[in-house]
């Protein structure tokens, strides 16, 4: 099969493209930068030039490919255009500016997501798109067959699911794949990487409350599988979970940071996580277990790479 893979020279990317190409698939990456071309290269993989915020770029890739897996998104104010980011900051009270860039990026995923399904419409070609469990109701174990959550930290991203079904009624394969908050393994800069640097900064590893509340997590090699599954054997409309383990207490994670970096674990009150944690504090906060006891059995996916905590008490994830 021919994929087109939106954020394949990123950390999850990349493993995507080697579980692709070693299952025998053509991969073309999209490369927004002189080094991602490099890094397609050297993978094996074909490059195409372009970027979220040019969707002919990501309609022709598309049109070009047997199914795509769509793993790009804007992770911070950098990566919007000058004039649509001097909106965001313009565009209202200084105390919106937070919802106002999280709308914009929202609304370029969706852009996104329309044009390269665009080019998929009516062909049964496949789509898989990413999101977050993060997206997901506190305090219960979330199944595939759950809706997102307004009060969630994670709703704002989430809202795009409803793009993905709509395009699943519409003769694409579309599926949707959750990805648990950490997603971890060699490379990791994600939310784990930065309590490591808040620890660092502040000199202690911090958790709010009692730290009883839950992430799910799972291994980027794993992830790399299951999206290559949802790729090839995905249902229309499906929504999967990328999860290998349900819930580790955010406190357990904390403690193998201080431990690792020889700092006091220490308990902070909401407003304390805030000042620390800064956007992050609703997701240190939040307790987020999630199952993928639905996606096991419906796509015969089984993870088997090394856990969280496993994976974090390792010399890779603290050099400075």
């Known amino acids: ?89 313009l565009g209202g009270s200084p105390l919106g500016i937070v919802g106002r860039f999280g709308a914009a990026i929202t609304a370029a995923d969706r852009r996104a997501i329309d044009a390269m399904a665009g ?33 969630s930290p994670g709703w704002m991203r989430s809202q795009t699911e409803a793009a993905v079904k709509a395009w699943a009624e519409r003769g694409v394969r579309a599926t949707v794949v959750r990805l648990a908050p950490s997603v971890h393994g060699d490379g990791d800069h994600g939310l784990v990487p930065r309590l490591i640097a808040a620890a660092r900064k502040h000199k202690s590893a911090g958790y709010v409350g009692e730290g009883a509340n839950r ?59 805030a000042r620390r944690f800064s956007w992050l504090a609703p997701f240190a906060a939040y307790d987020n277990p999630a199952s993928s006891q639905l996606t096991q059995e419906r796509l015969g996916w089984r993870p088997t790479h090394p856990g969280l905590l496993a994976d974090l008490d390792r010399e890779a994830y603290f050099r400075a």
């Open 1 to 89: 099969m021919r994929v087109f893979v939106t954020g394949a020279s990123g950390f999850i990317g990349q493993a995507v493209v080697k579980e692709l190409i070693g299952a025998g698939h053509q991969v073309t990456g999209l490369a927004r930068s002189d080094n991602a071309f490099q890094r397609l290269v050297k993978l094996g993989a074909k490059a195409h030039a372009g970027s979220l915020h040019e969707p002919e770029t990501l309609s022709a890739g598309a049109a070009g490919a047997d199914g795509v897996i769509h793993l790009a998104f804007i992770h911070g104010p950098g990566d919007i255009p000058l004039g649509r980011r001097l909106g965001v900051i």
């Open 119 to 151: 080019a998929l419409k009516g062909s049964g070609r496949p789509l898989v798109t990413v999101f977050g469990t993060m997206g997901m109701a506190e305090g219960r174990t979330a199944t595939e067959d759950d809706e997102p959550d307004p009060h």
């Open 215 to 273: 992430w799910s997590a799972v291994h980027r090699l794993d992830a790399a599988v299951l999206l290559r599954l949802a790729l090839e054997a995905g249902q229309p409309g499906a929504r999967y979970h990328g999860v290998a383990e349900e819930g580790v207490p955010f406190r357990e994670i904390v403690q193998v940071i201080g431990q690792r970096l020889n700092l006091p674990a220490v308990s902070m009150t909401p407003n304390e996580a």
